[in-house]
């Protein structure tokens, strides 16, 4: 019999307000008595808070996606999520409508256009890609940058709104289609770490303005509303300033520029720039750079110009003034963050001007401007106040430490500067204490209190009930490195960096409350033996039955005491680095323990004898626990990893990935295990109904490695061949999704072609010999009851519209001549004319130079032409008919409406009973 | 007070398995039984009666003084005793008064006088003139005295 273990899958992850990395966005409120609300990603999902409340609206997660969230952009409530491994998502309502994959490394910024149909983003592979949201493809990739891209904003002209008005009349009178194209027509402005700032006439799909007036990098950019004005900062410490003015035909020669710089006003920050944002009210500008200043400019309208310029000439007694930036542009507001901010964006539809940003620390910060205070004599740092902030439900700081209570209900969690109460089930925080650097932590007395170790060597309990502390020790005089419970909770143990290891026990004292005569109970804690070493001591254990106690010390060893006469009884040598954690099994046979060498090595504790030394992880291993009432045991390390272990056979059983940095502490339960990591996250990993056998799991583990080979490789094919091109290329990118939906289409045009062959020669056969049996099909087929060319057809329609064009990309060319032998039988009969036509679109574009060489194609190609266009005007007459029809509906409709509006107010007119009453004339 | 009766007492508990056992309630008994408790042969020491423990602090007083008893947590592993033999070095017949310098001969396993050395894992309990201790405790403040037991 095989052993088999339980699979633990990652459930929730909780812990996290705000990752940096990503920008976060603010959106009104649906209820009135909000601020707003945050939207903002948090390591892999997308995190929606309410800014009054502090409560976690929503969580969007992919299950598939297991990269960071590094780029969110919205259009009304479409949102567009860019991930770390280049991938994209739109996200509507919480839920996932487009998954669109065509980049290498981290999307990096995002933009819709105005009408929310095209999206385009940068990424740290300097590509720009135009996605077609409607079609769910990338239209054409950008290239020209040299470095990662670091801004992107549409632009429509402004001047052409009227022609554009005309011309759209004039269009729909005539009846042609070009109603989008035209209306839509816009460039694209991107900025990168190149110092290139670049304008691409999407129309042609060609870069037609470069300006490098920047030193070095360029990090921020924003547009105005009103798209004449453009802001560009980089590492110094100007921003400048650009005018915008397009040529009247929007046609570009060397000598025509769009953009011309006006000038540069200075900023206060000296570190590198992340956000430049306009209000929507085009009368503030925030500046944001990576330390913990927001500068909020306010632009000066032109009367408040005029009286500055008046004043000018009145002063100089001479007409030769004039208005510089810095006049323009007036520092109107500093604000101080409580840390250093990561990101931040405006909230609309709020009366005061308010600003939500995302800090480094795990938090959210929401400022409000005081408008007031425009031309007051008030210091710049007193014109913005903090209205709220979201900190309950994450830690400032990494977390150190982990602790289960006795039912397993609750999660204790400890920090730099906090402990925190977490409910397992709703994964909410119930307590949250400030206290200092919290190095270990666990429940005592009971689960009733909370005692923690600190790094000044100070220990502390806290009563639970009512989160007050009880009694406060200077315990050791180095920092206390860990701390062990007793079997019973009423004892504990601690391990100092001043060489000691120091027992303490619980007692209850009477004391008066002060001022009058009544007692009270109370909880101490008393110091009963002391253990000296020679060196610092790093990690702490009592066995389970009460017998031993163990001390990890620096010079790699650990000893074993007798616990009752603290006497010595083994020395457990063998790690070449110091013994970060240790356990002893439930029956208190083994001990486990982990060290900086990536090793973990089992012990029997009755003759200290090493059953086993295992290579366990590729960085230092922080923490190893057994699993309740078995030898397994789990294992966290610097290497983002959990493993779990069998610690009889001796073998690896799982890999739980999903952390994005180091894993500091882990706590197990009977069916569930919680590690903290240094993204500030607590992930939940909980038993589910599989089994596990080890042969599978060493098997998928080299599938999953083959396939990512294999993706890989064609991508380096892909980069190769992507020399030689220009600037526009076609947005493709392999993933196992489409290269099984490539796969797919191989094998159902292979059945195909072959069971059509099949019934030509049935046909010429039955001319011949009229009534001869036919031969057996396919099976699939012959199960499915279909023809060839239908099943070929369901093929692709079961294919997703984003992996399309990459699937048609993995089938060979004699694969392709074979499926336009379908295109025509399709084509002639009518089915799923847009389908067939984005198909023929794609093969004709990409195979173009080889289908005019083949000669047998031609008589194929002009059916297919020919059918096709039939087609086409067939439907382009319906959509014709539809709207007209729809027109004259509409118009009838607002008839009956009102006339039925004339009769209520009749009506009601008469039941008052009114004589003199003014009747309402629609 | 003559210990021995302790001695053979408390051998004799462990061999029968008991959790507790009484002994004479004196100065010299308490002192061999505090020495045994920080050796780790003993899980406890309470005070009581010839009836067993006190559920209450008593005080001994005249009247009581003949009842009052010190019961012993006798400790066990695995089913086995913790103390295999506990037995006397010094005898009425003959008393082994040993110099500090004898004393950490002895406790290095050579033969001093006519008296074998302590064997691994055995502890020697010595009676000097600061109480009874233990022989590691007497070689460490350069004490000599009458060596009363070994136990192991």
């Known amino acids: 019999m095989v052993k088999s273990y339980t699979r633990y899958e990652p459930t ?12 976060i966005l603010g959106q009104p409120s649906s209820s009135a008595k909000s601020v ?3 939207i903002v990603g948090g390591l892999e999902s997308v995190l929606e808070w309410d800014l009054k409340t502090g409560q976690l609206l929503s969580k969007w997660k992919d299950s598939d996606c297991s990269a960071k969230v590094t780029c969110i952009a919205n259009f009304d409530e479409m949102y567009a999520v860019g991930y770390a491994d280049g991938s994209i998502r739109l996200w509507k309502d919480g839920e996932l409508l487009i998954t669109l994959n065509g980049h290498k490394s981290a999307v990096t910024t995002m933009d819709f256009d105005k009408m929310g149909t095209r999206l385009a983003s940068g990424s740290m592979d ?33 001047s052409k709104n009227t022609a554009e008005e005309t011309v759209v009349d004039t269009d729909i009178d005539s009846g042609d289609m070009d109603v989008d194209s035209k209306s839509s027509d816009s460039f694209l402005l991107s900025v990168g770490k190149d110092s290139f700032m670049k304008l691409w006439d999407l129309s042609i799909q060609h870069c037609v303005e470069t300006h490098v007036d920047h030193q070095g990098e360029i990090w921020a950019m924003c547009v105005s509303p009103d798209a004449k004005r453009c802001l560009t900062a980089g590492t110094g410490s100007d921003v400048k300033v650009w005018e915008i003015s397009f040529p009247d035909d929007n046609n570009f020669t060397p000598t025509t520029k769009a953009f011309q710089q006006l000038g540069t006003f200075t900023r206060q920050s000296r570190d590198r720039p992340i956000t430049l944002a306009y209000d929507v009210s085009n009368r503030y500008v925030v500046f944001q750079a990576h330390d913990r200043l927001l500068e909020v400019f306010r632009l000066r309208s032109s009367a408040e110009l005029e009286k500055i310029l008046n004043r000018r000439r009145r002063r100089k007694k001479s007409e030769d003034v004039s208005i510089t930036l810095k006049d323009e542009y007036e520092p109107f507001a500093l604000i ?65 430490t982990l602790a289960l209570s006795a039912n397993h209900d609750v999660i204790l969690s400890g920090a730099n500067g906090s402990l925190k109460l977490w409910n397992k089930k709703t994964t909410s925080c119930i307590r ?57 909770g009423t004892y504990f143990a601690t391990a100092s960096a001043d060489h000691t290891v120091k027992l303490w026990s619980l007692k209850s004292s009477f004391d008066f409350v002060p001022g009058t005569t009544r007692k009270v109970t109370t909880l101490k804690l008393e110091q009963t033996r002391q253990i000296d070493f020679t060196d610092d001591v790093l990690a702490v254990k009592i066995s389970p039955d009460g017998r031993f106690v163990a001390a990890s010390l620096l010079d790699n060893t650990v000893k074993v005491y007798y616990l009752d006469s603290l006497k010595f009884f083994l020395n457990l040598y063998g790690h070449k680095l110091p013994v970060l954690s240790m356990d002893i099994s439930y029956d208190s046979k083994l001990l486990v323990t982990c060290s900086a060498d990536k090793n973990v090595k089992i012990w029997g504790l009755d003759f200290g004898d090493c059953h086993k030394s295992i290579f366990a992880h590729q960085d230092s291993i922080m923490e190893v626990t057994f699993q309740p009432d078995t030898y397994n045991f789990f294992t966290c390390s610097k290497d983002r990893e959990v493993r779990y272990w069998d610690g009889k056979s001796f073998d690896l059983i799982l890999k739980l990935r999903g952390h994005h940095s180091e894993v500091w502490a882990l706590a197990v339960g009977p069916t569930f295990v919680v590690s903290g990591s240094h993204d500030h996250s607590i992930r939940l990993w909980e038993q589910g109904d599989d089994l596990v056998f080890l042969e599978e799991e060493r098997e998928r583990e080299l599938e999953e490695q083959y396939e990512s080979t294999l993706v890989s490789s064609y991508e380096n094919a892909e980069a190769d061949g992507e020399v030689k091109d220009g600037d526009v290329a076609a947005v493709t990118k392999q993933t196992i999704e489409s290269l099984k939906d ?98 023929i679109f794609f093969l004709l574009r990409t195979y173009h130079r080889q289908l005019t060489t083949t000669v047998k194609m031609r008589p194929l190609l002009n059916n297919i032409r020919s059918s096709l266009r039939g087609s086409l005007q067939e439907e382009r007459s319906l959509i014709g008919y539809n709207a007209a029809g729809l027109s004259y509906l509409r118009h009838e409709w607002e008839l009956t409406h009102n006339t039925s509006l004339e009769d209520i107010d009749s009506t009601s007119l008469e039941v008052d009973g009114k004589k003199r009453a003014f009747s309402n004339i629609v | 007070m003559q210990l021995h009766y302790v001695f053979s007492h408390l051998q004799n508990s462990f061999r029968a398995r008991k959790s507790l056992a009484s002994v004479p309630n004196c100065n010299s008994v308490l002192e061999l039984c ?3 408790y920080h050796q780790g042969f003993l899980s406890s020491i309470q005070r009581g009666d010839i009836h067993g423990p006190d559920a209450l602090p008593t005080i001994t007083t005249r009247q009581n003084v003949a009842t009052r008893r010190l019961w012993l947590g006798l400790k066990y592993f695995e089913g086995k005793p913790v103390l295999h033999y506990i037995r006397a070095v010094s005898k009425p017949s003959r008393k082994v008064n040993l110099t500090p310098s004898e004393l950490l001969q002895f406790a290095k396993g050579r033969k001093v006088s006519f008296v074998n050395g302590l064997e691994p894992a055995e502890v020697g309990i010595v009676e000097t003139k600061h109480g009874i201790m233990s022989i590691d405790d007497a070689i460490k403040n350069n004490l000599g005295g009458n060596v009363i037991c070994r136990v192991k």
């Open chain 1, 432 to 488: 949250t204490i400030e206290c200092g650097y919290v190095l270990a932590a666990s429940f005592i007395n009971n689960d009733k209190c909370i005692v923690s170790a600190y790094k000044s060597g100070e220990l502390e309990v806290y009563d639970i009930a009512s989160s007050s502390l009880i009694e406060r020790i200077q315990a050791h005089d180095g920092a206390i490195w860990d701390l062990a419970v007793g079997h019973d």
């Open chain 1, 12 to 23: 929730e992850f909780f812990g996290v307000i705000a990752s940096s990395g990503c920008n």
């Open chain 1, 742 to 839: 490539g796969e797919k289409i191989l094998e159902a045009i292979t059945i195909g072609i072959e069971d059509l062959d099949q019934e030509i020669q049935y046909r010429l056969d039955l001319l011949k010999s009229p009534g001869k049996a036919r031969g057996p099909r396919n099976p699939i087929l012959a199960h499915l009851g279909v023809s060839a060319e239908e099943y070929v057809l369901n093929t692709f329609k079961k294919i997703r519209s984003s992996h399309l064009d990459d699937a048609l990309l993995v089938l060979p060319f004699e694969h392709v001549l074979s499926l336009f032998r379908f295109i025509d039988i399709w084509a002639s009969r009518k089915w799923s004319i847009p389908l067939v036509s984005r198909i």
């Open chain 1, 36 to 38: 707003g609300r945050a």
């Open chain 1, 126 to 158: 300097t590509d720009i890609i135009v996605w077609d949201i409607v079609a769910e493809t990338g239209l054409f990739r950008l290239r020209g940058h040299k470095d990662q891209i670091t801004k992107l904003l549409f632009i429509t002209p402004p």
């Open chain 1, 336 to 400: 101080r963050t409580t840390a250093r901010a990561s990101s931040v964006a405006w909230i609309p539809g709020n009366r005061t001007p308010t600003l939500v940003t995302s800090l480094q620390n795990n938090s959210i910060e929401v400022y409000a401007l005081d408008v007031k205070s425009e031309g007051s004599a008030a210091p710049l740092t007193e014109r913005a106040s903090r209205i709220s902030a979201i900190e309950i439900p994450g830690h400032r700081a990494d977390v150190r």
């Open chain 2, 34 to 36: 505090a020495v045994l």
